[in-house]
């Protein structure tokens, strides 16, 4: 069975989801009162619930059909984060050196010590490459993985930048799915829990 399906889901459903990043840290207080805390993770892993985008019967018949195709929480799948879903302008992905072709896609959050998020899912078509502010019509291509590799090898000292847009690896966090239209019609949103994949 496939871990991932290279498929978004429905972006009408996805437009209204709310959005939780979340990280894992441990504090331990001493006796004196004194904190210790270690970041277990470098990125913030999101949760999305989806629930408030489904407004009708044919959304819901919509939901159900995705769900089922993905056989619950068995198969990861593409979601646009309503919140954070573009590069915000140039992002640094890399310096020359001259002998390495490949670099990651990544996003930088925050100046001083900012928070690097490795982006795996761009969006087919979205993405432009800049060598030293000078964006690059050819002599590149975008691999699995959202890695940019190019035919000859940057030279060294030059700035290699990228914009573009990007979807997050989900699942559905659960294997069932509750949509009762007693409840719909009453105005209460279905909860549609998504968690983010890593790896």
């Known amino acids: 069975m496939n871990a991932f399906d290279d498929v978004s889901f429905p972006l009408a459903l996805g437009a ?13 207080t001493t006796a004196a009162g004194v904190e210790q ?6 990125d913030a892993r999101l949760r999305f ?5 489904v407004r009708s019967e044919a959304d819901i018949a919509t939901l159900l059909a995705f769900f089922r195709a993905r056989r619950g929480a068995a198969r990861g799948f593409r979601f646009r984060d309503p919140f954070d879903c573009d590069s915000a302008g140039d992002q640094r992905i890399g310096t020359g050196d001259g002998v390495a072709t490949s670099f990651a896609l990544t996003k930088s959050y925050g100046d001083a010590d900012p928070q690097i998020r490795a982006i795996t899912r761009p969006v ?3 993405v432009t490459v800049a060598l030293g502010g000078e964006t690059l019509a050819s002599g590149w291509t975008l691999l699995d993985g959202g890695i940019v590799a190019f035919d000859t090898a ?3 000292g030059v700035a290699i930048t990228a914009t573009y847009l990007f979807d997050v690896p989900v699942r559905f966090a659960e294997d069932a799915l509750e949509v009762g ?3 719909f019609l ?3 949103a279905p909860q549609v829990p998504l968690v983010e994949i890593r790896g």
């Open 16 to 28: 209204q989801a709310s959005v939780t990043p979340a990280f894992s840290t441990a504090i331990v």
């Open 37 to 42: 805390r270690n970041a277990d993770w470098a």
């Open 49 to 53: 619930d989806a629930g408030p985008g």
């Open 124 to 126: 087919a078509g979205s």
């Open 154 to 156: 940057p030279a060294a």
């Open 181 to 183: 239209l007693a409840t």
């Open 186 to 188: 009453a105005g209460e």
